[in-house]
């Protein structure tokens, strides 16, 4: 079935430091896939997505590109501040015959930035 | 801005009580969703609705149902509560199946805690 295995955390870093978050996926046909974020004390956010090969989404500096041939979604982001800590999950909804609108996320990889 | 409003931020109740959770919603959104979070495992879904008075069984049912009586209005019930069910429990609702972009829409979460 439809799975999403991300990067196991924590991650720690120093602000201004590169961030690579990864994650890989196994879907049957040709999902859509997403990165969404959880700031301490909220629920989850949208902070990207993608839902075909070769495109890359990118939002508040976070950039991750859809790589069919590597079944791969990395999170990656230049220059983290403070304010990026936050619990991150990548997702998936699957393609065609499967359920729509159901999605399937990681198990999260805490990030703390440490000024 | 879309809305997800749970009815409880924190909760403590005794092993065997029947609990109610609510959430709801503002934007007319046909799916609504029940997760539950915990560490180290992720969102593992519960239940979902695509419209009301229908549900759907998730990844984890057992010990739970739902209600969906109302469009705007998805419940939760743990029958009777266990240990096992301590946990944060977080609703989300996305748009229906004709235009469904895969981006749900989070509540705040419901932390439970059974003792």
């Known amino acids: 079935g439809d799975s999403v295995t991300q990067m196991e955390g924590p991650v720690t870093l120093s602000e201004e430091a590169f961030l690579t978050i990864n994650c890989t996926y196994t879907?049957?046909?040709?999902?859509?896939l997403f990165w969404y974020v959880q700031y301490p004390g909220e629920g989850l956010q949208l902070l990207l997505k993608?839902?075909?090969?070769?495109d890359k989404g990118s939002n508040k500096g976070f950039e991750a590109t859809y790589r069919k041939e590597t079944t791969s979604f990395h999170l990656e982001k230049g220059s983290v501040q403070v304010s990026d800590s936050a619990v991150y999950f990548c997702a998936l909804m699957g393609g065609e015959g499967s359920t729509l609108g159901r999605l399937y996320f990681g198990r999260g990889t805490q990030l703390t930035v440490w000024p | 801005d879309v809305k997800v409003t749970q009815s409880s931020r924190y909760l403590v109740k005794r092993t065997g009580e029947k609990v109610f959770l609510e959430c709801v919603q503002d934007m007319d959104h046909e799916n609504m969703f029940w997760y539950r979070q915990d560490p180290g495992l992720g969102l593992r879904l519960i239940y979902f609705?695509?419209?009301?008075?229908?549900?759907e069984k998730g990844d984890i049912p057992e010990g739970y149902s739902v209600s969906r009586e109302k469009k705007e209005r998805f419940s939760l019930i743990l029958e009777s509560a266990s240990t096992n069910q301590t946990s944060m429990y977080l609703c989300?609702?996305?748009?229906?199946?004709?235009?469904?972009?895969?981006?749900?829409?989070f509540g705040e979460g419901s932390r439970l805690t059974v003792l």
């Open positions: 879907a049957t046909g040709y999902p859509s």
């Open positions: 989300a609702s996305s748009w229906g199946q004709v235009i469904n972009t895969g981006e749900l829409f």
């Open positions: 993608a839902t075909k090969a070769d």
């Open positions: 609705s695509y419209d009301v008075k229908m549900k």
